[in-house]
């Protein structure tokens, strides 16, 4: 299993055509993270955190609740778009 993990990694990191979360230090020396489409596009931007291990457990988090979390639309219509 292990071995499995390690070659996804390896596999997405070299593939140029997937979304990525890019880990970074900003200029306050805060630790966040982008979300960039499969084009390399901005998604989403992070809060800050303090500390790298914060920035990771937040990706971590963010990888496993995104595709199973529900869409709450706090517009005036308070429809979502399809």
Known sequence: MVLGCLYSQRVREERSDMGAFELYQDSDAQ??????DDDGRL??????????????????TTRNCAASSLVKDR???????R
């Open 75 to 81: 517009t005036a219509g308070g429809q979502v778009a």
């Open 31 to 36: 630790f966040r993270f982008r979300i960039l």
């Open 43 to 60: 998604v989403a931007e992070s809060v800050p955190h303090a500390s790298k291990s914060d920035a990771v457990d937040a990706i971590n």
